[in-house]
């Protein structure tokens, strides 16, 4: 028992000691997390870690436990997390944080919400600054702003070789001069992988963020570069590029924006690119993903590129509004290259000068834009695109459709050149004066045109018919047949032409039914057959046909080519039914011809030798009488139903044994019965009537109902005894002896 019990004290002791240990250890995580936190309630506590940093490296992790407010602080060394508990660091000094030397500033982490606002007021630099190789790490919880600059941004400055990586949080009512957020120098980079930027202004370039080499010195490779991979730039508003401005002066170090993925949206410039400005040779904005939309400018609403490159190879420039030219895209002595883009809904609203409602392309420009969607766009010149000024745009295998402008609703070609790959979708746009499609104004202007044949899968949409060619829509004369203008490839057009892609003039089958139901006219292009159209119906008629004329003599041929307008006529039958009488054997009766929605008239009864008629019936088995005032739908045979005639022959036996009565059909022979009998009298026969003339012949047909009488002869009296007689005598002597006999031995017995 002690032994049992000592190896029970020595499990209960290592069971403890394991949890102790565990205990211990959990104790010691939280010690150790505790201890590389370090909390501070003032600014000169942070400015006393900093320094630490500075002097020593290494990374600290600082949670600022209340609101603070200081001059600046400078990192140069190290790497430095910011957290907080929703508090606020207000810097008063020319720059708020100024990160340097390589070092790195966290404000939060990717796991942990920084909870931190920083601000700052009117500050010659920004609130964060970041030098050289220096990297600033902004994550979900950090606000920056409002803050008011004197310098080139109010909130982020990226100078040299700064990398700003923008994972969350909020840029916000920064104002600044060459952007009201961000300012992206030398050969810095600003990644944006989440966030928001909003509500920020620059009073002489863009309003969000901006851009440029001016800094940049001999001896440096490269220039700025701003990734947008997510995130959303909106509200902002500048002079040049709402969200984006980008300015070259150095055409050997590129300023290169690209952007594969958010969102550029609600922002406006005072001039150019309402979302994006880019201007100078060296300056390449790059889209492969991201939507730019409902951005406002005057030139360039979406994006707005002069001397420098625009590449698309996909995303989306929707809904964006230009108050002169290029409502998505205005290209200004640029060269572009537009692959997999959609370019719809942007439009321009000066109501007597606007110029490309989803591209504006002049001075030069060149544009090679293939496999790219253009729609719903709108202008008053060229409600897809205007080429103007010596400009050449290469179209392939894009679809400009739905576009609307009151001259060319889909290309306005106003000097330069225009080449259109043969059978390119261009069609469904509109202009409410001339050239829907297509407006060249020639070589007088500098104009030249090269297009091939028209695209004729499309359907239109004011008629749901196919294009077949292109077709002459001048202001004077809108398009028709005899103004068809199809061209090959290679034909390149020197004069001015209007153009719609469109189909001959077609010729209209109209059905008349005649009381019949609606039936659907049609459009038949000259030279095709009209469709037969399912037949109408009308109550209480057959459909016979369509005629050619009112008076129905000439029935329509359908497998005829159409030559003109028609109207083609429905024939009608009555529709009647016929109801049959089979009598059965009975006499014949007429069948009746019964119309529409009427009932049969009850014929006179039919007749059948020896039998009673009893009605006609609606089956052979007859089970069902036909009711005469039922309205008849269909052709019937009715079916007579008979009685066979009987008749009853009895027999009044005239006081004699009672014989059954007989029931003998029409023209049957009655059966002659057994003989009656009657006491005293001898059966003589049956008499037809009652005073016993004429005996009746049972060989005789029965035509009718009918009394036999029987006939009696009286028997005559006889004087001697009959044998009942004897009989009678016998039994009554037998008696008597038997009587004598039973007696006399009653005596004898006695007497023994």
């Known amino acids: 028992m002690k032994k049992k019990c000592f190896l029970l004290i020595l499990l209960m002791f290592a069971f403890l000691n394991v949890n102790i240990y565990k205990l211990e250890d959990i104790i010691n995580i939280d010690t150790v997390y505790a201890e590389d936190i370090i909390e501070v309630n003032s600014f000169s506590e942070l400015e006393s870690?900093?320094?630490?940093?500075?002097?020593?490296?290494?990374?600290?992790?600082v949670k600022i436990m209340s609101d603070i407010t200081g001059d600046s602080i400078g990192l140069n060394n190290g790497e430095l997390t910011l957290l907080g508990d929703g508090v606020t660091i207000t810097y008063t000094g020319a720059v708020g944080i100024a990160v340097s030397g390589g070092s790195t500033l966290n404000v939060g982490t990717s796991s942990t919400s920084a909870n931190i606002s920083m601000t700052g007021n009117y500050i010659s630099n920004s609130i964060v600054t970041v030098y050289d190789t220096s990297t600033f790490n902004m994550y979900d919880g950090t606000t920056i702003g409002p803050a008011k600059s004197t310098g080139q941004a109010a909130l982020v400055n990226l100078t040299k070789n700064g990398t700003f990586n923008m994972y969350g949080g909020t840029l916000t009512d920064g104002n600044g001069s060459a952007a009201g957020a961000v300012i992206i120098n030398g050969t810095s980079t600003f990644n944006m992988y989440g966030g928001l930027i909003t509500n920020c202004s620059g009073t002489s370039g863009g309003g969000a963020v901006g851009m440029s080499n001016a800094s940049i010195l001999g001896g440096d490779t490269g220039g700025p570069t701003f990734n947008m991979y997510g995130g959303t730039i909106s509200g902002n508003t500048g002079k040049f590029g709402g969200a984006l401005y980008m300015y070259s002066t150095q055409d050997s170090y590129p300023i290169n924006f690209n952007m594969s993925g958010g969102t550029i949206t609600n922002?406006?410039?005072?001039?150019?690119?309402?979302?994006?400005?880019?201007?100078?040779?060296?300056?390449?904005?790059?889209?492969?993903?991201?939507?730019?939309?409902?951005?406002?400018?005057?030139?360039?609403?979406?994006?707005?590129v002069q001397k420098g490159q625009l590449k698309i190879t996909g995303g989306e420039i929707t809904s964006n509004v230009a108050t002169s030219n290029g409502g998505g895209l205005c290209l200004y002595a640029s060269t572009s290259s537009i692959t997999n883009g959609k370019i719809n809904k942007n439009k321009t609203t000066n109501t007597s000068s606007g110029r490309g409602g989803a591209i504006y392309i002049a001075s030069s420009s060149t544009a090679d834009i293939s496999n790219t969607e253009i729609k719903e766009n709108s202008s008053i010149y060229g409600g897809a695109m205007l080429v103007i000024s010596s400009s050449?745009?290469?179209?392939?295998?894009?679809?400009?459709?739905?576009?609307?402008?009151?001259?060319?609703?889909?290309?306005?070609?106003?000097?330069?050149?225009?080449?259109?790959?043969?059978?390119?979708?261009?069609?469904?746009?509109?202009?409410?004066?001339?050239?829907?499609?297509?407006?060249?104004?020639?070589?007088?202007?500098?104009?030249?045109?090269?297009?091939?044949?028209?695209?004729?899968?499309?359907?239109?949409?004011?008629?749901?018919?196919?294009?077949?060619?292109?077709?002459?829509?001048?202001?004077?004369?809108?398009?028709?047949?005899?103004?068809?203008?199809?061209?090959?490839?290679?034909?390149?057009?020197?004069?001015?032409?209007?153009?719609?892609?469109?189909?001959?003039?077609?010729?209209?089958?109209?059905?008349?039914?005649?009381?019949?139901?609606?039936?659907?006219?049609?459009?038949?292009?000259?030279?095709?057959?009209a469709e037969e159209p399912e037949e109408p119906t009308k109550e209480g008629y057959t459909f016979n046909g369509w005629y050619t004329d009112e008076d129905l003599t000439e029935e329509?041929?359908?497998?005829?080519?159409?030559?003109?307008?028609?109207?083609?006529?429905?024939?009608?039958?009555?529709?009647?039914?016929?109801?049959?009488?089979?009598?059965?054997?009975?006499?014949?009766?007429?069948?009746?011809?019964?119309?529409?929605?009427?009932?049969?008239?009850?014929?006179?009864?039919?007749?059948?030798?020896?039998?009673?008629?009893?009605?006609?019936?609606?089956?052979?088995?007859?089970?069902?009488?036909?009711?005469?005032d039922t309205i008849v739908t269909e052709n019937m045979i009715l079916y007579a139903k008979w009685e066979e005639i009987t008749y009853t022959v009895s027999f009044d036996s005239n006081g004699g044994s009672e014989v059954d009565s007989e029931t003998v059909t029409y023209k049957g022979k009655a059966t002659k019965p057994s003989d009656p009998t009657k006491e005293g009298y001898t059966f003589k026969g049956w008499y037809t009537d009652s005073s016993l003339t004429t005996e009746y012949d049972f060989n005789?047909?029965?035509?009718?109902?009918?009394?036999?009488?029987?006939?009696?002869?009286?028997?005559?009296?006889?004087?001697?005894?009959?044998?009942?007689?004897?009989?009678?005598?016998?039994?009554?002597?037998?008696?008597?002896?038997?009587?004598?006999?039973?007696?006399?031995?009653?005596?004898?017995?006695k007497r023994d």
């Open 49 to 61: 870690v900093v320094s630490d940093l500075n002097s020593n490296g290494g990374s600290k992790t």
């Open 267 to 304: 922002n406006t410039s005072t001039y150019y690119g309402g979302g994006v400005y880019a201007y100078g040779n060296s300056t390449n904005v790059s889209l492969s993903g991201g939507i730019i939309t409902s951005n406002t400018a005057s030139w360039g609403g979406g994006v707005y």
């Open 392 to 529: 050449t745009v290469d179209l392939k295998g894009s679809t400009i459709t739905n576009n609307t402008a009151k001259y060319g609703g889909g290309i306005y070609l106003n000097g330069g050149t225009v080449n259109i790959e043969s059978g390119m979708p261009i069609y469904n746009n509109t202009a409410s004066s001339s050239a829907d499609d297509i407006l060249s104004r020639g070589t007088s202007s500098g104009a030249y045109l090269t297009y091939g044949k028209a695209y004729t899968s499309g359907i239109l949409d004011d008629c749901n018919h196919q294009i077949d060619g292109w077709y002459v829509d001048s202001g004077g004369k809108r398009w028709s047949e005899t103004g068809a203008v199809s061209r090959e490839y290679d034909s390149s057009i020197t004069g001015g032409i209007y153009i719609k892609a469109a189909h001959k003039t077609p010729y209209v089958v109209t059905f008349e039914s005649n009381g019949g139901t609606d039936v659907d006219s049609q459009t038949v292009e000259a030279g095709d057959t």
């Open 556 to 628: 329509y041929d359908f497998s005829k080519v159409v030559a003109s307008d028609m109207t083609l006529y429905a024939k009608w039958e009555e529709i009647t039914y016929t109801v049959s009488f089979d009598s059965n054997g009975g006499s014949e009766v007429d069948s009746e011809t019964i119309n529409y929605n009427e009932s049969a008239t009850k014929p006179e009864d039919p007749t059948k030798e020896g039998y009673i008629f009893k009605g006609w019936y609606i089956d052979s088995d007859l089970t069902t009488e036909y009711d005469f």
């Open 700 to 749: 005789s047909e029965v035509t009718e109902g009918m009394i036999l009488y029987a006939k009696w002869e009286k028997v005559e009296e006889s004087t001697n005894p009959s044998t009942k007689d004897y009989i009678k005598y016998y039994m009554i002597l037998m008696t008597i002896c038997m009587n004598v006999f039973f007696f006399e031995t009653l005596k004898r017995v």
